[in-house]
């Protein structure tokens, strides 16, 4: 396991062209189904064309497929992790909880942000001496330093989807501004949403380089300072206590290093819109809303095989889990009254859900950080050896100029896995802006 050679599986190419899996054919064949729609209202004499119409559904077809690495990881993992892989598919789904209020729990039957390859097993930590290396001293199969950096297609689906739903957007507001006359409005909507996607690309394009150029550090030579590291989640001198969502005991979770839950209500509402010739139309408006959330993280320990290092989770305040652990959802019932009395709002509620994310022991964990000196007392309450460098440190999320750290559920390859070339992130959108503004001059 530990010499395949991953360099051609994580090099994305020039092209990258994928097909949608499971559930992502239904978004796929909704998408082509509208971009038809949009085809045959040129063909239509008594009908304006609307090819509007075929930018949405090319831009659905687009977001429905995996990038390559995300298939490649997919493929990967079932084969180095059969396993976990039936495992989760396994346990996750639909359960039906009560027949009477609907009640129900999902939880997913992938996580992509999973090990890809097998993991140190827990009777392997040896936690009396967390901060050792492992018996033997050899890096996580997963760490960068062991395969590499992957590298995303300079064209996939997102491009071709991208550009061909800016091109025909375009048409449409072409059509708009013949016929209506010298009205400039579209093409100012036009650069605006030109520009809002060009800022959006580059957030996202400076994102993914940081996680590309940082090189990560092996925990038993790390150093002081801003570092990225990859290991896996291992408890820290005090065991994460059980997260009860939302105070209820029966939406409790354990092992979770770090989490996030929210709680949200269906509501429904009556909208009454009045034309310009005085006619009154009403229409049911329904969409969730939040009512409240929580978070919160324990210390933990991020180790790669060669050693750990303490990390400070609730310091960090970006953290991104990936696909929700589990959701909890129920239809609305005022036999339930003293559950939901602290709902203040107007309206038809139908629907409550609960929902957990969450960091768990034995996951793996990306980490973008500053490394400090630990305090003397820390120390001493862990009875550290002070000859292991790697013991004498915390990981935090302390800012710095340049440097926004970060702590993500996965490793630097799930970390990549949605990333997107340079032509995609920059060039594109680029080209888009500039030929919307020749537009305005045209």
């Known amino acids: 396991m530990t010499e395949i050679n991953l360099g051609s599986e994580l090099d ?15 978004g796929f064949i909704i998408g082509l189904l509208i971009s038809v729609a949009g085809i045959v209202t040129f063909f239509l004499a008594d009908t304006d064309p609307i090819p509007a119409l075929i930018s949405i559904g090319v831009l659905i077809m687009g977001f429905s497929s995996p990038t390559k690495l995300q298939k490649t990881l997919r493929d990967l993992r079932s084969q180095m992790n059969p396993a976990q892989v039936n495992w989760q598919k396994e346990q996750g789904g639909t359960e039906l909880q009560s027949f009477w209020n609907s009640a129900t729990i999902r939880k997913p039957t992938v996580d992509d942000r999973a090990w890809v390859f097998p ?19 050899e890096l996580i199969a997963e760490h960068p330093n062991k395969i590499g950096t992957p590298r995303p297609a300079t064209i996939s689906n997102y491009a071709l989807a991208t550009l061909t739903a800016y091109i025909f957007f375009a048409l449409q507001i072409h059509f708009l501004t013949i016929s209506e006359g010298e009205d400039k409005v579209p093409i100012y909507i036009l650069i605006g949403i030109s520009v809002i996607w060009l800022l959006v690309s580059v957030f996202m394009w400076k994102r993914a380089q940081a996680t590309m150029d940082t090189p990560t550090s092996n925990i038993r030579s790390a150093a002081v300072g801003g570092v990225e590291l990859v290991g896996q989640v291992r408890p820290g001198p005090q065991y994460p206590p059980t997260v009860i969502v939302d105070g209820d005991s029966s939406k409790s979770v354990n092992d979770l290093a770090a989490w996030r839950w929210t709680y949200e209500v269906y509501r429904c509402r009556q909208v009454t819109t009045t034309d310009s010739q005085g006619n009154t139309t009403t229409r049911e408006e329904c969409s969730w ?27 960090f305040s970006t953290q991104e889990f990936g ?45 973008l950080t500053t490394l400090k000196s630990r305090n003397d007392q820390s120390l001493q309450a862990e009875q550290i050896d002070r000859t292991l460098q790697n013991a004498l440190l915390e990981a935090t999320g302390e800012k710095a100029p340049g440097f926004k750290p970060r702590l993500e559920k996965g490793t630097e390859l799930t ?22 503004i020749i537009m305005l001059g045209a």
């Open 415 to 436: 970390a990549l896995s949605g990333a997107r070339s340079d032509l995609e992130y920059l060039i594109i959108p680029t080209l888009a802006l500039l030929a919307s």
């Open 12 to 26: 994305g190419g020039t092209f990258g062209l994928t097909l949608p899996s499971g559930w992502q054919w239904l």
């Open 119 to 137: 993991a140190p097993e827990q009777n392997k930590w040896h936690l009396e001496t967390r901060y050792h290396p492992d018996n033997p001293e």
């Open 289 to 315: 809303q939040q009512i409240r959330a929580n978070s919160g993280a324990t210390s933990f320990t991020i180790h790669d095989g060669t050693g750990g290092i303490a990390v400070m989770a609730d310091s």
């Open 323 to 367: 696909d929700h652990l589990i959701q909890w959802e129920c239809r609305h019932d005022l036999r339930m009254k003293g559950l939901f009395t602290n709902i203040m709002l107007s309206g038809d509620i139908r629907r409550h859900r609960w929902t957990l994310w969450g960091l768990k022991i034995g996951d793996p964990c990306y980490l």
